[in-house]
């Protein structure tokens, strides 16, 4: 009986210690054989027509945060460190709008044939997601159409525009059109309205773009908006911001008998399957906490490798990504998805 009861012990720990050296090895594979594959869905550029024709309306920086450097070979350089074959570039906040509809649909035009060049000149590294002139709906309209005809592999929308979030009536004419399109949407955060009264010390982008995907996203999903443009493949930033934290409370409106929830629950869909209609990058977001979070809530299906490189610290970004090798709830398959299986899923022609 002893002696079985040792072998039992014997076995079990020559297993747990298979387990172990198995992930020791698939580490080190890991770090032997960095990715060379991903695709990077938040990669911002900032090419010199945007930043002087910031400067020109006294705006060089992003809610605080300078305007980082950068040119088409420090560009390459950090793909080629971060295992990155493509790279979807876009402009980042503070957008193109600052009051003046003509001057946004310049910058937009500009910015946007700049993606195009870049194409040109690394055709298998470089796509894009074209920025819109909102919140001048004629104009983006006209540049929807634009951005089809270049071959750009979608939009970037802010999630706020003069501190109308993207869900707000009076943008529907083009959420509908990129739903008629079918067209990928990459959503990033813009400052809300108001930040600069807050009087708080740490730079707004910070957490203020957290809670705006945050409440972007809520108004989408309450507002009934993401009923109405399912052909939208919507890929959101930075995890979600911190839906994937408050998924369980944002889920009261399934059962508050409050009037004002009435017609959320008519529509008969839970929060949890709205999230997972939508996806989310992993840029400088993807510690362990929260992948297992995000994973649980939405699924690694819907992950999609992001950078937010150059405005991120470097070093951060790479330790962001290492996260995506190392992190023991993720198999070798759901790298892979996230890596580019997924982000490949999206760009193919609907």
């Given at each position: 009986m002893n002696?079985?009861?040792t072998s039992r012990r014997a076995l079990l720990s020559f297993a747990a210690a298979g387990v172990t050296y198995a992930r020791a090895r698939s580490a080190q594979a890991a770090q032997a054989e960095p990715r060379a594959d991903r695709i990077d869905f938040h990669h911002h550029f900032i090419p010199d027509v945007y930043r002087d024709m910031l400067a020109s309306v006294g705006v060089n920086d992003a809610g605080g945060v300078p305007l980082p450097a950068w040119t088409p070979e420090t560009m390459l350089k950090s793909m080629d460190t971060l295992g990155v074959a493509k790279a979807l570039l876009s402009i980042s906040a503070p957008g193109v709008y600052f009051g003046d509809a003509k001057f946004a649909n310049n910058l937009a035009v500009r910015t946007n044939d700049a993606i195009v060049d870049l194409r040109k000149k690394y055709p298998k590294r470089i796509g894009g997601f074209g920025s819109l002139p909102l919140p001048d709906i004629d104009a983006s309209l006209k540049e929807?159409?634009?951005?089809?005809?270049l071959k750009l592999d979608g939009v970037c929308l802010m999630t706020n525009y003069g501190g109308k979030y993207i869900g707000h009536p009076d943008f529907a004419p083009v959420l509908d059109e990129l739903n008629r399109r079918k067209m990928v949407a990459f959503l990033h955060p813009n400052?809300?309205?108001?930040?600069?009264?807050?009087?708080?010390?740490?730079?707004?982008?910070v957490l203020e773009f957290v809670f705006e995907t945050t409440r972007c996203v809520?108004?989408?999903?309450?507002?009934?908006?993401?009923?109405?443009?399912?052909n939208v493949k919507l890929v959101t930033s930075h995890l979600g911001g911190a839906l994937p934290y408050i998924a369980w409370r944002l889920s009261m409106i399934e059962v508050s008998?409050?009037?004002?929830?009435?017609?959320?629950?008519?529509?008969?869909?839970?929060?949890k399957d709205?999230?997972?209609?939508?996806?989310?990058?992993?840029?400088v977001s993807a510690s362990p906490g929260a992948l297992k979070a995000a994973i649980e809530v939405v699924g690694a299906d819907r992950l999609v490798y992001g950078s937010d490189v150059p405005f991120a610290p470097f070093n951060f970004v790479e330790a962001t990504t290492t996260n995506l090798e190392t992190y023991e709830g993720l198999d070798v398959a759901a790298r892979d998805a996230i890596a580019f299986k997924t982000g490949s899923g999206l760009l193919?022609?609907?």
């Open positions: 002696q079985t009861r929807i159409e634009r951005i089809a005809k400052l809300p309205k108001g930040v600069d009264d807050l009087s708080l010390s740490l730079p707004a982008p809520a108004d989408l999903i309450f507002t009934g908006v993401l009923d109405r443009i399912p008998p409050r009037p004002v929830y009435a017609a959320f629950r008519a529509r008969g869909r839970s929060v709205y999230l997972r209609s939508i996806y989310y990058d992993t840029a193919r022609p609907a």
